[in-house]
Nanobody, 124 residues
Framework: QVQLVESGGGLVQTGGSLRLSCAAS????????MGWFRQPPGKEREFVAA????????YYADSVKGRFTISRDNAKNTVYLQMNSLKPEDTAVYYC?????????????????WGQGTQVTVSS
């Protein structure tokens, strides 16, 4: 498994932007599909975005499509989530995830590894 550490969360006003980062340990980062999930207050965790091992394929939840962008830098063992035009409903703890299968990641099938989460709060 790979160890994941998220950063970049914080408090932002409606319409603002944040970029989350997820640093991964291990030499095999480039072989993993990566994803972002979030858990709003009082709700279940939900899928946000996925990216395949090379970065050539991405997939987004409808709720964030056109506003969020997932990307990765395999040389830095890091995956990013650029979040623009933030809304109060984007408020959540955001989790980074890794799995050897892009199919599992895209279909939210219990990715193998998770980070500890980072809080994003969007004020109205």
């Amino acid at each position: 498994q790979v160890q994941l550490v998220e950063s970049g969360g914080g408090l932002v006003q409606t319409g603002g932007s944040l970029r989350l980062s997820c640093a991964a340990s291990g030499r095999t980062f480039s072989s993993y599909a990566m994803g972002w999930f979030r858990q709003p207050p009082g709700k279940e965790r939900e899928f946000v975005a996925a990216i395949n091992w090379s970065g050539g394929i991405t997939y987004y939840a409808d709720s964030v499509k056109g506003r969020f962008t997932i990307s990765r830098d395999n040389a830095k063992n890091t995956v990013y989530l650029q979040m623009n035009s933030l809304k109060p409903e984007d408020t959540a703890v955001y989790y980074c995830a890794a799995d050897s299968s892009y199919y599992r990641m895209q279909n939210s099938l219990s990715p193998a590894s998770w980070g500890q989460g980072t809080q994003v709060t969007v004020s109205s």
